[in-house]
């Protein structure tokens, strides 16, 4: 007889992309930032780690939350700091969605949505997106108006397209909360600094963001949430006491207050984003134009996961991803972060001999 309860037995769990931990791969497999992080950043880890780490930190973490505020224009008590964005997914389910209520999500994108609703003992719903990754907003409106929780990663994973705040505004449940995921938010060509939460529709929006991606800090884990006040306060109370740690305030703060570095990386990304596009387009692939840092490639005639074992018998990294269940069947594919040009030349050196 199990001990543990029945949801949990049933699910299979998120399976992270693979972290080797040798240093002789090129690892173009979970969208890490292949450049470093602000010079900001260690000294004030080093600052930090000389003093006060025998006392709890700031629970509020209010100096993050004042340097997030200054970027989306508002008040340092729209933002929830947490240790990654991924806390702030969970503070989300927690907070709005009772065992039974729905739980929605677009499909293809983020499956650790529906590892979120398994755990709260939820029904999830998957918004199955049409195969050029556009919505069919007729089709999915019964869903939608059941829905308590809709989470909609901007722009999307894998296929790294970007929706409009037009078509965002009509996925706002009747009667629940619309998350906008935008992890990748820095790397699109017109970055959004939450425009859709100051509209009339605000108050049922709440946006989420990591500091794993553009500011190259996957290793400290931190994200933060932006949304009205009243629906900060409320998740503010389901989060741990103290979820930010020290080092990692000091460190995203520094982060935060050096954006010249930050876009000095995500232009050369943008860049290095458009050669590997067209490089693989050359090669046969069909490549979806990318609003992230990194791009979803398809081949018609080869095999995705020999394409991904190929390169991983050659120390390259990519993650295979494979979708049952949409609208197309089963959708199968590459997902190549942008690294940079030295390991992007390499890489596709490698799969025009394996091609």
Known sequence: MSLFRP??????????????????????NTN???YSHSPRVAEAIEKAARSRLNVYPDPLV???SEEAAKLFNVEPDWILPANGSDENLTV??????DPGETISYAYP???LYESLAEIQGCPCERLLLNTDWSWDL????????????????NPNSPSGTLWDNETLVKLIPPKGVLVLDQAYGDFCSMPDKGAL??????????ITRTLSKSYSLAGIRFGFAVAHPELISGMRKVKDSYNCNTLSIAAAVAALQDQEWMLKNTRQIQATRERLTLALR?????VVDSQTNFVWATHPERDHEELYQELKARRILVRYMKFPETINGLVTGLRITIGTDAQIDTFLEKLKQII
């Open 109 to 111: 994108s983020y499956v």
């Open 62 to 64: 209010r100096s993050f």
């Open 92 to 97: 989300l389910v927690r907070s709005f969605v």
């Open 32 to 34: 890490e930032n292949p």
């Open 282 to 286: 050359l090669l046969g692939f069909d």
């Open 7 to 28: 949801n949990i037995d049933r699910m299979q769990g998120y399976v992270p992309g693979e972290q080797p931990q040798d240093s002789d791969w090129i690892k173009l």
């Open 197 to 206: 939460l100051k509209g009339e529709h605000g108050s049922r929006i709440v």
């Open 138 to 153: 007729e089709r999915i409106r019964p869903q939608v108006e059941k829905t308590k929780l809709l989470f909609v990663p």
